[in-house]
């Protein structure tokens, strides 16, 4: 439910209310804006980054008391686990979701993990869950000994789930996962997909038991518009150009790349490289927008237009709203053992 309590302003009077909000809260307010928000989010403010950093960043701060997240649900999630018990943690629109992390549940999880140990037996299996996913699979993998990843740290983490086991399963995302173990050395066939969907998620014993990496069907929407047909019609145009994508693209966009890495390594990438040169990005086309107004010095273009509606939803209105509001609209909890076991794997992947 979202009611703007200052129905009429224009824009303007939105935003410098927003600022008002905000030199009155002082230093109990931090407003955490994601890499992906539209610049006006960003400019409006205290952090720009990745959903982790964020988190951590607002975490270690003993003076904030309101976390205000502008990302997607699963990011005001990360927040809320570790997030110290007198600060609060505000989406200003609790609808926006992620559609990769919708792909995979509690339920289907655990039907998948029950196919899998069902097959090879649990003391072989590591579960590896991205950052992109609900709360509830966090805590799933802090129970069954699995661990929590970035797409900073994802062969990192999955280097870990191996030391730990035989066998991993990777979810919610397929791309990610297989763009991961092709890092570590894996071979295709040492990958096979799981469809929560079907039985034994569609595979038959053997290919289970053989199987290296099992990886979620699941996918990024924003990521997989991306094809190997954009990435030559670039190097048409822009010869002499670097491109650079994510790691959530498929493996064959990525192999056509001349760099992969997440959010904040794009930034840095653009940052580093040199003046004059040309860059083309392939992700969420907020963040190369604001790349290409930062760097005016490089040409700093986009693969393909792909916007994220869900990190679209959050604007002006909705933040003044949450702001008008503090600490008692759209706060986002994770419950008891939930928190304790989520927790628990991403102190895993912290400890890495
Ligand atoms: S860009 Fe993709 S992974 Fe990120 S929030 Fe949007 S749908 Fe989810």
Redesign the pocket.
Known sequence: MQVNAKAGLDNSEIIENIRTRKRQLGKELIILTHH?QRNEIVDLGDFAGDSFELSKKAAADSDCRYIVFCG?HFMAESAAILAQPHQVVQLPDVSAG????AMANATTVQAAWDGITGTCGADRIVPVVYM?SDAELKAFCGRHGGIVCTSSNAPKATRWAFENGEKVLFFPDQHLGRNTGHDLGLAPEDMIVWSPLKPLGGNDPAAVRRAKMILWDGH????THFTPGMIRKRRAEFPEAKIVVHP?CTHEVVSLADACGSTSFMVKYVREAPAGSTIVIGT?INLVHRLALEFPDKNVTDLDHSL?S??YKINPENLLWTLDNIGRVNVVTVAGQTKAEARLALDRMLAL
Do not use: K, L, S
């Not at 990024?220 to 990521?223: A, D, P």
């Open positions: 992906y997607v992620c559609w990769m992390a992109n990024c929407q924003v990521h959530e969420e994220c869900h990190m």
